[in-house]
């Protein structure tokens, strides 16, 4: 029996009543006598859970403002990533060539993999900020390359292109000062960009290659590997290694012949030819470049003296 049902029936005093109104009776006397422990417990029930949301809403605003602010202060992250990598290298390099070229040097890097970050872009693909690493260079990352090999070699002929441009400045920017230093860094700008044109992946040449002749990529691989034993070089080396298995990787891809592969290396006899006359004519710019801003050097020269 409820107990609420008991004390509204009892119109005159009932003795075996006293105990069980003795029970439910509020502890303090300015409670309503009529408002049974079932509702007591159910206000005191209903505070706490009302606490607890609040708690807990309270809680998740502040979470999902430090996520905010995280998010607004994500692309400074990456600007400190960015400046401090470059920082890193021109430390190193400087210890060779001295922080002038070396600074040039590290800018020369970043305008190469700028191309390739605005080319991505145009291809609606989301791409980090550069990243340097001494002595390998500089790197970005993405998704993807494009929907199809003609896209990536879009991708990949865009980073020499603007790194020519970049030495071009430069070159420019000597001959009109007389800077040897402007020139050296012109030469070895030239240099940069057109070692990434060899036709082997992951080099740029080898972007290039995936939309022109795939099978290009052997004569490139088979090129690094006599440039390791004619120049010993660690550098070269690791080139070597990760060209050989993106190249193996790559050709097994293609053999399946499976309909999306046969898609993404579809491309029409017009956009080769463009692409064709796109790298014919870096390479050849570059070369031409390098021979105009060479500079005759001694065994022991450094860049120091410039």
Not at 155 to 166: F, K
Not at 282 to 292: C, D, N, P, T, Y
């Amino acid at each position: 029996m409820d107990n609420r049902e008991l004390s509204l029936s009892a119109r005159a005093p009932v003795a075996p009543a006293a105990p069980i109104h003795a029970e439910v009776l509020p502890a303090h006397p300015s409670e309503n006598p009529f408002g049974a422990s079932g509702g007591h417990k159910t206000g005191n029930v209903r505070r706490r859970i009302g606490s607890a949301l609040a708690a807990v809403g309270a809680l998740a605003a502040k979470f999902f403002a430090a996520i905010k602010g995280a998010v607004l202060l994500l692309p400074k992250l990456k600007l400190l990533t960015t400046a401090g990598t470059a920082l890193v290298s021109v430390a190193a390099y400087s210890l060779f060539w001295g922080w002038t070229f070396a600074a040039g040097f590290v800018v020369l890097l970043f305008v190469h993999e700028m191309g390739h970050v605005i080319q991505l872009r145009r291809e609606g693909i989301k791409a980090s900020a550069p990243m340097f690493v001494p002595f390998l260079g500089a790197m970005i990352m993405a998704k993807s390359l494009g929907e199809n090999a003609l896209a990536e070699a879009r991708v990949g002929l865009a980073g020499p292109i603007l790194g020519t441009i970049g030495s071009g400045v430069c070159l420019a920017v000597g001959e009109a000062t007389n800077s040897d230093l402007l020139r050296a860094l012109a030469y070895v700008g030239f240099f940069l960009n057109l070692f990434n044109l060899l036709p082997v992946v992951p080099l740029d040449g080898g972007r290039a290659m995936a939309a022109m002749a795939p099978w290009m990529w052997f004569l490139g691989f088979g090129a690094l590997v006599a440039m390791v034993f004619v120049f010993p070089n660690p550098i070269l080396l690791i080139i070597v290694l990760f060209g050989g298995m993106e190249t193996w990787r790559r050709w097994q891809q293609r053999k399946t012949r499976s309909l999306e592969q046969a898609a993404y290396y579809r491309v029409s006899r017009r956009n080769r030819m463009l692409v064709g006359v796109v790298y014919i004519g870096l390479i050849a710019l570059l070369a031409f470049g390098m021979h105009e801003t060479h500079i005759l050097s001694s065994a022991g020269h450094s860049f120091r003296s410039i």
